[in-house]
């Protein structure tokens, strides 16, 4: 009988070249491109003085968090109370919050977490949403430990007055309840910028009112012990900074057609590989110029346009995918070449956790060989 949780794959685990006999669609994630980017990124921070906290809404998956940890992260960040609560109870340490905990029974679910689980930071932008947060944790053994959020261009959380942040961080210091752990500034809208020097520059202008805030704690001791911020594109310059402790990696380790055709180092323009993939079979080949794949709408995101997706193997050079069905892919073919019904497809999605999103379960290859299978431990939205 099929086992549900894992998908009909699962007898296909350990087997040689079983990489080749997915059935299909199928999430694959390639362990050996996974691993060597993690290990980059690491050693990118150990040589430039700053740690990495992972961004766990990237793949939602135990096993990817405790190789990111496990290579020298300091933990992880997280969008959703559900994600913080999987990667908490899965004992990833330094889970971090970044999105405001506000109604009842989620600061019930959060107030639990705290108390079971140490070293939790949650990101706050009003004083009211602190003085609910004391509520829900005073009378805890330990104070629930606190990040300013600070605006710096994503327009979306963050407090964007010097004066309100410094006086909202003192507000905390004060607390018997919660306690004061630092700032969080972190902006993703110039990340995927192609140009190096042009994203450098962007960067220094967005994170200009970040230091200034920063070096301002600094004087009225309110000193932050954490100041998170950055990413997969400005991993490689902001800490130049000299304020951030901590960049917050996401896409590094999985990639997507986002990021493909941005230099991220300037000595090493491409330091990530792309480890996340969807294998998709020809099912039609019957018109003249294209098949079709049996990967479409519902298989691969298409924040950026349906035409998006990349071909990484498995079709002529100069092939094209585009969505044309919920479930159903084109791949439109160079003159003179062909693709035959049954011949496989390796596809890129756009964005990686959105694809990652639609699936329960990961397939983790090595080589030829499939390996094992994940859940995607933190994929519920409440």
């Known amino acids: 009988m099929l086992d549900l949780a894992r998908g009909p794959n699962e007898?296909?685990?350990?087997?040689?070249?079983?990489?080749?006999?997915?059935?299909?669609?199928?999430?694959?994630?390639?362990?050996?491109?996974?691993?060597?980017?993690?290990?980059?990124?690491?050693?990118h921070a150990a040589a430039h003085g700053y740690t990495v906290r992972a961004v766990a809404k990237i793949h939602k998956t135990v096993e990817i968090a405790k190789r990111q940890v496990g290579a020298g992260g300091n933990g992880v960040?997280?969008?959703?109370?559900?994600?913080?609560?999987?990667?908490?109870?899965?004992?990833?340490?330094g889970v971090m919050l970044f999105t405001s905990v506000v109604t009842p029974p989620k600061l019930q679910r959060l107030a639990d977490l705290h108390a079971r689980y140490d070293g939790l930071l949650v990101c706050v932008d009003h004083e009211a949403n602190v003085e609910q947060l004391e509520a829900a944790v005073r009378g805890a053994s330990k104070p629930l430990q606190l990040l300013v959020d600070f605006e710096v261009g994503g327009g979306r959380t963050g407090l964007s007055d010097e004066d309100a942040a410094v006086a909202l961080a003192g507000r905390i210091a004060s607390s018997d309840a919660v306690a004061y752990a630092g700032v969080q500034g972190y902006v993703g809208n110039h990340q995927n910028t192609v140009d190096y020097d042009e994203r450098r520059r962007m960067s220094r202008e967005l994170l200009a009112p970040l230091v200034r805030l920063v070096e301002r704690l600094h004087r009225e001791d309110l000193v932050p012990e954490v100041v998170s911020g950055a990413g997969t594109g400005t991993h490689d310059f902001d800490y130049e900074l000299g304020i951030l402790t901590e960049v917050q990696g996401g896409t590094y380790a999985l990639m997507d057609v986002n990021y493909r055709d941005a230099v991220l180092r300037r000595d090493e323009p491409h330091p990530f590989g792309p480890a996340l993939f969807v294998r998709g079979t020809v099912v039609s080949a019957s018109q003249p110029g294209f098949v079709v794949v049996d990967a479409g709408i519902k298989e691969l995101d298409c924040i950026f346009g349906?035409?998006?997706?990349?071909?990484?193997?498995?079709?002529?050079?100069?092939?094209?995918?585009?969505?044309?069905?919920?479930?159903?892919g084109r791949i439109d073919l160079p003159a003179t070449e062909r693709l035959a019904v049954g011949d496989v497809v390796e596809l890129q999605p756009p964005h990686c956790y959105q694809t990652l999103n639609m699936y329960g379960v990961i397939h983790a290859v090595r080589g030829d060989d499939l390996v094992d299978i994940w859940t995607v431990d933190a994929r519920e939205q409440w």
């Open 11 to 43: 007898h296909l685990i350990g087997q040689s070249g079983s990489r080749h006999e997915l059935g299909t669609p199928a999430l694959v994630l390639d362990l050996d491109i996974l691993d060597a980017n993690i290990a980059s990124l690491a050693a």
């Open 77 to 93: 960040c997280c969008a959703t109370l559900r994600e913080a609560e999987v990667m908490a109870d899965a004992g990833i340490p």
């Open 306 to 328: 349906i035409e998006n997706p990349g071909i990484l193997r498995g079709a002529p050079a100069g092939s094209v995918y585009s969505m044309v069905g919920d479930d159903m």
